[in-house]
């Protein structure tokens, strides 16, 4: 069986294949994000990076659900002044590293951008669901959002990326505000607000008391962001949210995403990436397609 070439352009930067390591998953050390690209992700995104030092949300952060996982970090971080080694460690790794990072204002994204030179692209985290004065808070502004993507695309010597909140009315406004200010593509999606209680206290189990759902009960929200985004907009759409298998892959490929960004999944196996890449690679053979074929393939049906 002769393998199909699994390797894509994306923001001209290469990659061996279309599957990247999700912001805020082993992305808080150099070695961490080395770690995952040798697993064989074809890119890796750090931990979003901020200007001060943050410790986070207090404990309980993470709570595993049937269907995913609740998460309210709270964007700890140890700022983009200590993180910069950790960045250079991790693009000894050979496959592209995007830094994530947030702001409350397009001066704090443009600061981080230029303190964390080097990076292959940036990824704004306009989009955390439970971080106060961040995230999502800014990234529900149209306006905002294309202040502060034109503002990092003036600073960085790298593309620039957006990743958005699927906590709006209307992504699509969003996506194309992105685009307006110069982005290079979007990511979506970001995890979806959630909550949970412990029926037997009545206490909010998380320490924020709510969070981010994500995992495999999120992925059809992201199918349906990611379809209507790649008909909106001209710039490429990164497609992440639930995807755990090659079959979740291939279904985030047809509504649109050029790549995809693993990260819930990690928690039970990073092996991962070779598995999706590996269940790709059969299916397109199985079905005589290259990778080309299947991106976007559900508009072109629906345009029959």
Avoid at 53 to 74: D, R, S
């Amino acid at each position: 069986m002769t393998k199909p070439d699994l390797s894509i352009e994306l923001t001209g930067m290469g990659m061996k294949n279309p599957t990247i390591l999700a912001a805020g998953v082993l992305g808080t050390t150099g070695s961490s994000l080395k770690r995952v690209a040798n697993s064989g992700a074809g890119a890796v995104v750090t931990k979003s990076i901020g200007i001060e030092p943050k410790p986070g949300h207090p404990n309980p952060t993470m709570f595993k659900l049937e269907c995913g996982f609740l998460n309210a970090m709270g964007l700890p971080n140890p700022s983009y002044k200590e993180f910069r080694g950790e960045l250079d460690t991790a693009k000894e790794s050979g496959v592209p590293v995007i830094a994530s990072v947030f702001g409350a204002h397009p001066d704090e994204f443009s600061k981080i951008i230029d303190g964390l030179d080097g990076a292959d692209a940036y990824e704004l985290n306009v989009s955390c669901p439970h971080a106060s004065g961040y995230g999502a808070v800014v990234g529900t502004d149209p306006l905002l959002v294309e202040e502060i993507t034109r503002a990092a695309k003036q600073t960085a010597n790298a593309p620039v990326w957006v990743k958005l909140t699927p906590n709006v009315t209307d992504i699509v406004a969003i996506g194309e505000a992105a685009q307006r200010g110069g982005a290079d593509a979007v990511v979506a999606i970001n995890t979806v607000r959630s909550m949970a209680i412990d029926i037997h206290s009545g206490y909010p189990i998380l320490g924020n008391l709510y969070g981010g759902l994500s995992g495999p009960a999120i992925h059809p929200v992201a199918v349906k962001c990611v379809y209507d985004l790649y008909q909106a907009l001209d710039i490429p759409v990164i497609g992440v949210g639930g995807i755990a298998n090659y079959q979740d892959a291939v279904e985030m490929m047809m509504a649109g995403a050029c790549a995809v960004q693993i990260g819930s999944a990690i928690y039970d196996s990073i092996s991962v990436f070779d598995d999706v890449t590996m269940g790709l690679s059969e299916y397109l053979v199985s079905h005589g397609l290259v990778l080309d074929d299947i991106i976007g393939l559900a508009h072109r049906k629906v345009g029959l």
